[in-house]
């Protein structure tokens, strides 16, 4: 006989207001198995929690439902309450007889008799599950960080400087990402480079951070913990440790490609450095511009026969590298929306039609006019410019619904940096709302206007086109009502911001889910920001959402600290309310094999069995068995089947 | 007989999902009518055929199964399974006789807490008319 006690809290009135508490007790007392039954105000208070664990020991009893609040709020409050009097936490069920009963309902006549099946039926629950004991694996202690922009920087050096081995991959042949193409950020002014070059040269120098760059992730298979990652390893053709950067090479080299580091403003050829302060500091020969290479496998050569120390080698080949890590953080960070999706704004069509970014290198020291504002067709200063913001942004009808969130800043920043460098121009901002929040952002924005004379005009522009060689630009003023004509010399778009392109492929392979606009999703929205759905996966920066690089860094630094409390311990436990099978009863037909979503079950000398570490409980399996030969424990076919009756019976 | 005909609802939610946006009506003190009884399972993908027939034959005026919204599974696919396998046990249902009212499926997530006490409000008005089931209960 089952010895079950059943604790039914009042919540002060926000149970016991519609629900007669006292009436659920004793009707439960009645039921067979329960050996107790009692009400109490708060349950979940200290004295409540000691009433719990004085019945478990005085009555001897071997379940407990606690009938209170939402499972999501105290299952772990009572579990571990039942642990303290000696119970197995798994013998331990909570009755929402709150969220989805007191608190829906305004008649305690029918209230109650719903909250005594509930509980009833929690009990029928509690009766049959068993002792269960978490499952344990031990950890590799290793990280792998996906992507080198600021956020994966700065995620792979609070890894690294907590002691623990970090693999940091990135797809181009140098890390800093996007950051290390600005200008200057917002709203210090501090000049992008100079504020990360150290960061980068700190990662490079790092005893426990392994840098692949020109490396992407290919497969990741196994689970937290104990991840495998098998990572493509692009060849360069140059030897990082021969070559000294002389710049040589790219002298002879005949092949000129658009330099994907000045958004192709400029050119760049086969050979090349991204930019000086490029990390790894070294020459990477793209493949995929040197004629040679896979036309007539024979390279021109020229660049091996002036490299005085040898360091071309045109026999590299791809390599693939495996590593062990207990936990991921995917950093993989942005790309603008394709401009060409915009043809009204002319971009394609007008040379002088810019994207925010396009922008940054033309105010950028190191960029194509080495820090003077020249716009790109004729070379001559633009005299009016034209910032339109949410351009992509925003727009559920025709492209995306949300705000890209940096626009606003960068775009005042724009328009106060232009006037910094052409003091007799004028620069006019298109705005739906302006959104800058942020420590400083909003003074900022003012500072913008009121200092630099900054026109904000409200409203969307609809076309822009060219006459008399200027870029006439037709919008609205909402605001005053009017449609507004502007003659401008450049027009500049706040692209949307859109998740980097291969981002939709990489979760796949990690096997970790996208939102509706295809960020990384995160396990919550208030209160898991920074974990993916996956255990043991983290993400960090602009592939989660549209972000600015305080916060970025910010939720690196919480990726990090997430990884670090898997990484900092030797084994890991796991929920152990898994699938198992009843090996007598499977006839190995590998239905389940093909449902898990988790790839946890495969087939053993015909049946099928369960690994316990991928296994999420999910239940899936259980239900495409036609013999119930896989059941997910504690919530079995037979516990649910009693579930019914108790809670349609009587 | 005076007393209106109260319908007795069995509801499968999965936890994620339609668990947490019936907890959140609940935060929201919104109001729907006591008739049904949740069970709740981790997966709508978990719900066997043989919990909606075991419901129906415990008596059981109407079955609703709930889960995460196509696309939104917390295991990913868990309820395209649980849309596959119920379309068919909704055909059979209404194959040998059963009004199609009385199993019913749909996606909650957990921040449509209004969604949720609409649905149960919609079910109860639709089964009200159609009086007990008889059909498949065990002891009518």
């Known amino acids: 006989m089952k010895r079950t006690g059943v604790f039914v809290c009042h919540c002060g009135i926000n149970i016991a207001g519609t629900v007669d508490v006292k009436k659920v007790a004793a009707e439960l007392a009645k039921h067979p198995g329960v050996a107790h039954a009692e009400d109490y105000v708060y349950m979940c208070s200290d004295p409540g929690q000691n009433l719990i664990i004085k019945a478990i020991k005085e009555k001897n009893l071997d379940s407990v439902v606690v009938a209170c609040c939402s499972p999501n709020l105290h299952e772990t409050t009572f579990r571990n309450a039942a642990k303290l009097a000696g119970l197995n936490p798994y013998r331990c069920e909570i009755a929402n007889i709150r969220e989805q009963c007191s608190w829906v309902h305004r008649e305690m006549s029918r209230a109650t008799p719903k909250a005594i099946r509930i509980t009833r039926s929690a009990v029928e629950r509690v009766k049959r599950n068993e002792a269960l004991e978490a499952v344990s694996v031990p950890v590799t202690k290793r990280a792998l960080v996906i992507g080198g922009g600021i956020a994966g920087i700065q995620a792979a050096l609070d890894l690294g400087n907590a002691g623990y081995e970090v693999v940091l991959v990135e797809k181009s042949p140098s890390i800093g990402g996007h950051m290390s193409q600005l200008s200057e950020t917002f709203p210090t002014l501090d000049c992008s480079q100079c504020i990360l070059t150290p960061k980068m040269v700190e990662v490079s120098k790092h005893p426990k951070i392994k840098l692949m760059a020109y490396s992407e992730v290919q497969e990741v298979s196994g689970y937290v913990g104990n991840f495998k990652v098998k990572i493509l390893k692009k060849p360069t053709y140059v030897d990082p440790d021969k070559c000294t950067l002389c710049d040589e090479c790219t002298k002879v080299c005949p092949v000129v490609v658009p330099n994907e580091f000045d958004t192709g403003l400029t050119g760049r050829r086969a050979i090349y450095i991204p930019f000086p302060q490029a990390i790894p500091a070294t020459y990477t020969l793209d493949d995929k511009a040197c004629p040679g290479m896979f036309d007539t496998a024979i390279a021109c050569g020229k660049c091996a026969d002036v490299c005085k120390p040898g360091a071309i080698n045109f026999d590299m080949k791809p390599e693939i590298v495996e590593v062990d890590v207990g936990a991921i953080i995917v950093a993989t960070g942005y790309d603008l929306y394709d401009k060409a999706l915009m043809a009204e704004y002319g971009y394609g069509k007008y040379p002088d039609v810019l994207d925010g970014l396009q922008f ?196 690196a630094s919480g990726a990090a600290a997430k990884a670090i409390a898997i990484l900092s311990q030797d084994r890991l436990f796991h929920s152990p309310t898994v699938a198992r099978v009843l090996r007598n009863l499977c006839t190995g037909c590998a239905m389940c094999v093909n449902v898990c979503p988790y790839e946890a079950i495969s087939l053993k000398e015909g049946k099928a069995e369960v690994n316990e570490i991928l296994c999420e409980g999910c239940g899936t399996c259980s239900a495409t068995c036609y013999r119930n030969a896989i059941q997910v424990k504690n919530l079995t076919p037979l516990h649910v089947q009693e579930m019914i009756i108790a809670s349609l019976g009587g | 007989m005076s007393q209106e005909f109260e319908p007795k609802i069995m509801a499968f939610i999965c936890k994620w999902c339609t668990s947490a946006g019936a907890d959140l009506a609940g935060v929201s003190r919104m109001e729907y009518p006591p008739n049904v009884i949740p069970i709740q399972v981790m997966c709508s993908g978990s719900i066997s055929p043989l919990y909606v027939f075991s419901a129906l034959s415990q008596g059981a005026d109407g079955v609703l199964v709930s889960g995460c919204h196509p696309g939104d599974c917390h295991y990913m696919k868990g309820n395209y399974f649980a849309r596959r396998r119920l379309a068919l046990v909704k055909k059979l249902l209404e194959y040998i006789g059963l009004e199609p009212e009385r199993f019913q499926m749909s996606w909650v997530s957990a921040t449509e807490g209004v969604k949720f006490t609409q649905i149960i409000k919609d079910l109860v008005k639709e089964l009200k008319p159609l009086g007990p089931q008889t059909k498949l209960r065990r002891n009518p």
């Open chain 1, 360 to 555: 940054e290198r033309l105010l950028s020291a190191s960029g194509p006019t080495r820090g003077r504002l020249l716009r790109p067709s004729d070379k001559k200063e633009p005299k009016e410019v034209v910032f339109i913001q949410c351009v992509g942004s925003r727009d559920p009808e025709l492209h995306w619904p949300y705000c890209s969130k940096i626009c606003c800043m960068y775009t005042a920043k724009h328009a106060m940096l232009y006037k910094h460098h052409v003091h007799d121009g004028q620069a006019y901002v298109f705005y739906i709302d302006i959104r800058s929040g942020g420590k400083n952002y909003e003074e900022f924005v003012h500072r913008a206007v009121e200092e630099d004379g900054v026109l904000y005009l409200r409203g969307k522009v609809s076309r822009v086109f060219e006459n008399n060689g200027r870029l006439i630009v037709w919008g609205v003023d909402t605001l005053t009502g009017k449609q507004v004509e502007i003659a401008a010399d450049m027009v500049v778009l706040a692209m949307a911001i859109r998740p980097s392109r291969g981002t939709e492929e990489l979760a796949k392979k990690l096997k970790i889910a996208l939102d509706k606009d295809g960020f990384l999703a995160e396990a919550h929205p208030k209160l898991r920001p920074v974990e993916s759905m996956t255990s043991g996966i983290f993400l960090a920066g602009a592939a989660q959402a549209p972000k600015d690089i305080p916060e970025a860094v910010g939720q």
